[in-house]
C-alpha cells in the first residue's frame, strides 16, 4: 500500500502532508507534520527516488547554506553544508535554491547563481565551477530576488546533459557533465535591457522539461512564456494576447502530454505580484500554447492578495493526476482531477516556497 506525500519548503522550515492515495480529493483525509529542519528557510525539498530519502536545501541568515536530508520520512534529519564554497576571494554561498537528483547524483543550485553535486547523498559537495566559468558571468545581474540558480533540469535518460535556470541570467545548458556551458536565451525577451534581446541576462523564473520530449521546454520568464523546440537554443513566446499577464513565477508540465503545461500569471512587479483581479487560476495548455484555459473552480475568487512563487506548483504521478498550489501566505490548494477542481488542504502554514510530491511506501 502506497501513501502520497506533499512535501513543502517554507520560510519557517519543512512541512509534510501525507493521505491515502485513494482519498486525496477529501481535504479531511490530509494529515500535516512539521516545522522540521529546525524552521531554517527552506526553499526547496524533494524525495530522491534513488534512495528514498527527503533532501531539503536553503540557508540560514547565521549558519549560511545546508541540505538536510531525512532517511526515515521526516522523523529524523541531518544536514551538511560540506564543501559549499567557490574558493577563496570569490563571494561566499548564501543558500541552497534548488535540489534535483538524477542518474546517482545530487545537483545543488544556489545562491549567488552557481552549481554544485554530491556523490554522497548531499554529505559532501563539489563546485561545478564550468557554469561560473562562463564569459558571460561578469554581465550577470542581481534580480531584486537575488542571483540565484533556481532551476537544474536533468535528462531523462542522458547523464551529460542538464539546463540551469539564473534569475538575472538566463537559461544554460551542458551537453558534457557541466565542464562547459552554452547560453540558451535565442527569442526570450528582456525587456528592461537596452538590447532587448541579448545572449544573456533574460530573467529565467521557471523552466521545464516537457512530459515525453526532452528537447521541448517550456519558460516562465519575466517578460512572458516560451516555449522551445530545440532544447533551449531558440523560444517562442506563447503569453502575448493568449495569457492576463506577461509575468508568473510557477511553471509545471502536464504528466504524459508534451503539449501540456500549467502556470500561473501574476501582476507584474509594480503592482504587488499577485494575481491578477485578486482572483487565483491555475492556467493550461494542451496544444502547445496556441490557447489557454483557466481553472478556477474552488480556488479564491474575491480578495485573494497572493502569489505562488517559482516551486509553488506541482503534480503527483497518480491516474488521474493530481495537482498542488502553495501560495505566499500559507495556503496549499489541492486538485485530484488534474486542475479541474481545487480543495483547500492546508492553510496557516509560513509562507510556502516549493511543493514536491512523492508516493512512498506505506
Known amino acids: 500500500m502506497s501513501r502520497l506525500l506533499v512535501l513543502l519548503g517554507t ?42 530519502a527527503i533532501v531539503a536545501g536553503g540557508g540560514s541568515p547565521w549558519f549560511g547554506p545546508a541540505v ?41 543550485g544556489v545562491e549567488p547563481a552557481g552549481l554544485f553535486r554530491s556523490t554522497d547523498g548531499g554529505v559532501s559537495w563539489s563546485h561545478v565551477a564550468g557554469l561560473r566559468d562562463h564569459p558571460s558571468r561578469p554581465g550577470w545581474m542581481e534580480s531584486p530576488g537575488g542571483l540565484i540558480c533556481h532551476t537544474i533540469l536533468a535528462h531523462p535518460t542522458d547523464p551529460l546533459r542538464t539546463w540551469v535556470g539564473i534569475s538575472a541570467a538566463g537559461c544554460f545548458a551542458t551537453e558534457d557533465g557541466g565542464l562547459t556551458w552554452e547560453a540558451r536565451n535565442r527569442g526570450v525577451a528582456a525587456d528592461y535591457m537596452p538590447d532587448p534581446d541579448p545572449e544573456f ?47 508568473g513565477f510557477a511553471l509545471v508540465a502536464r504528466p504524459g502530454d508534451p503539449d501540456g503545461v500549467f502556470t500561473i500569471p501574476l501582476n507584474g512587479p509594480e503592482r504587488g505580484r499577485t494575481v491578477p483581479g485578486d482572483a487565483l487560476a491555475v492556467w493550461t495548455t494542451r496544444d502547445a500554447g496556441a490557447t489557454w484555459t483557466d481553472l478556477r473552480d474552488g480556488l479564491p475568487q474575491q ?16 491516474d488521474p493526476f493530481g495537482l498542488y498550489a502553495g501560495t505566499s501566505t500559507g495556503l496549499l490548494f489541492a ?26 511506501d506505506a
Open 303 to 318: 480578495r485573494a492578495h497572493l502569489g505562488v512563487l517559482r516551486d509553488g506548483l506541482a503534480t503527483d504521478a497518480l
Open 201 to 247: 541576462g533574460q530573467c529565467t523564473h521557471k523552466v521545464a522539461l516537457a512530459s515525453g520530449d526532452p528537447e521541448r521546454l517550456w519558460q516562465q520568464n519575466h517578460c512572458g512564456v516560451y516555449r522551445s523546440d530545440d532544447a533551449g537554443r531558440t523560444w517562442a513566446r506563447l503569453d502575448i494576447d493568449r495569457l492576463p499577464s506577461e509575468f
Open 11 to 52: 520560510r519557517k522550515g519543512v512541512f509534510i502532508l501525507e493521505a491515502d492515495p485513494a482519498r486525496r480529493a477529501d481535504p479531511a483525509a490530509w494529515t500535516i507534520r512539521g516545522p522540521f529542519c529546525e524552521a531554517w528557510p527552506i526553499n526547496h525539498v524533494t524525495l530522491d527516488p534513488a534512495t528514498g
Open 335 to 360: 486538485s485530484a482531477d488534474g486542475g479541474g477542481t481545487w480543495q483547500r488542504i492546508a492553510e496557516m502554514l509560513p509562507s510556502i516556497l516549493s511543493v514536491e510530491t512523492a508516493l512512498v
Open 68 to 108: 538536510w536530508r531525512s532517511d526515515d520520512l521526516g522523523a529524523t534529519w541531518s544536514h551538511s553544508s560540506q564543501g559549499f564554497t567557490f574558493g577563496d576571494g570569490e563571494p561566499a554561498v548564501t543558500s541552497v535554491w534548488q535540489l534535483t537528483a538524477a542518474h546517482g547524483v545530487l545537483w545543488a
